[in-house]
């Protein structure tokens, strides 16, 4: 099995004293900056004027201009959104980096596809949590926290291992698990994960199933229960315990509906269609396309999300889920008053 890092694996001296300037104050940023302060380190926050900048502030952060901000520091954490990053990169970052610094990210598709070209004398380590920044730093409010995975992609100084370990640990990722990986191998499952799997494929199971109810006379508001309100039901079983877990807990009727219908909906052919996904990642094309959709301002985005936000299985949902205040997510809340 791969080696898997927990706090008593990991040196901790090599990050001690050095100033860490955590780049963008979103989802991640907010966790690593506050979970670091709170393990001792002396963090400094990058941004330009706005909402960030205040809660930052209010947060108790002393925050900077980005290009302050890194040129102050020891370690340079990037969190700002992956398509923005060339251009702050360029104008903010790059100018103020200094021979033996460490440029930092949570995810490596800028290097990965050469759109940030690091200069040769800085380290380059990813610290890359499994998880929604939220989490990250609920989790490490309740002494746990959330898996991550690091790598090194350039290491001048010797220590870049260390550094991005120590990183890790002190976001709070070692009391759950520190994984080994390469910018490569993060960036290449990361967009198949979420494409085929976490986001692209079950938004469109759930909507698929929605619809066959629907189209076929039920009504919206039992479909929604059973196709997308009990998911979560059935995931946390399946997060506690295994496929086998879920199986124990459901009825024997819906075991044998799992293994007598599921290979009919996800069959050899879905499997090839995500051997085709893979290889749009792998290839760089599916890069491209997201690099030219932002160069464009975002066009086919902008619709397309528009459309799924009037899909009927979402205003259904909203009508229900109003009627079940506990339902309602603290993180779905606070993020919401985050991006007001
Ligand atoms: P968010 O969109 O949540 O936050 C972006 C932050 O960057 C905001 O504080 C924003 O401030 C700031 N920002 C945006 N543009 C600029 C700019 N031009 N100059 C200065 N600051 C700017 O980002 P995420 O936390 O989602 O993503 C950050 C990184 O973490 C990405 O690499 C992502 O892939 C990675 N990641 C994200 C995960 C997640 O949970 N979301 C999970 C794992 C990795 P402002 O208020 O001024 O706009
Ligand atoms: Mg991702
Ligand atoms: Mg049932």
Redesign the pocket.
């Known amino acids: 099995m791969t080696k898997v890092r927990y706090e008593n694996d990991i040196q901790t001296e090599v990050l001690a004293g050095k100033k860490i300037a955590v ?7 907010h966790a690593h900056a506050l979970n670091l302060k709170e393990s001792g380190y002396d963090v400094v926050v ?3 004027p ?4 205040e809660k930052a502030e209010d947060d108790g952060f002393n925050v900077f201009s ?1 290009a302050e901000a890194v040129s102050q520091a020891d370690v340079v954490m ?5 398509e ?2 060339p ?2 990169y360029e104008e903010s970052i790059k100018p103020n980096l200094q021979a033996g610094n460490a440029i930092a ?3 490596g ?1 800028n290097i990965h596809f050469s759109q940030i070209v690091p200069p040769e004398n800085v380290d380059v380590f990813l610290v ?2 499994k ?3 939220h989490l990250v730093r609920r989790t490490y409010e309740g002494g746990a926290g959330v898996p991550a995975l690091f790598g090194v992609y350039q290491d001048v100084t010797g220590n870049a291992t260390e550094l991005a370990l120590a990183y890790a640990q002190g976001i709070g990722a070692a009391r759950a698990g520190v994984l080994e990986t390469s910018f490569q191998e993060e960036t290449e499952t990361d967009l198949f994960g979420e494409q085929a799997v976490l986001c692209g494929g079950l938004t469109g199971l759930i909507k698929a199933g929605f619809e066959t109810l629907t189209e076929a006379g039920y009504q919206p508001e039992v479909a929604y229960f059973e196709c997308l309100h009990e998911m979560k039901l059935i995931v946390d079983l399946i997060y506690e315990g295994g496929l086998e877990n879920m199986r124990y807990s459901i009825s024997d009727t819906a075991q044998w509906g799992d293994f007598a219908s599921g290979p009919r909906i996800v069959d050899e052919g879905t499997k090839a269609r995500m051997k085709e996904v893979l290889a749009d990642v792998q290839s760089g094309e599916f890069a491209k396309g997201w690099i030219l959709e932002n160069q464009a301002n975002r066009p086919m985005f902008n619709a397309i999300n528009a459309k799924e936000n009037n899909h009927p299985i979402e205003k259904v949902g909203r009508e229900l889920r109003d009627l079940m205040p506990f339902v309602k997510q603290p993180l779905q809340a606070k993020q919401s008053k985050q991006k007001d």
């Open positions: 780049v963008g104050y979103g989802s991640q940023g990058g941004l330009r706005g909402k960030s900048q980005v990037v969190l700002l959104p992956d923005h990053q251009a702050v990210f949570a995810h598709f890359a949590p998880g929604p920044g």
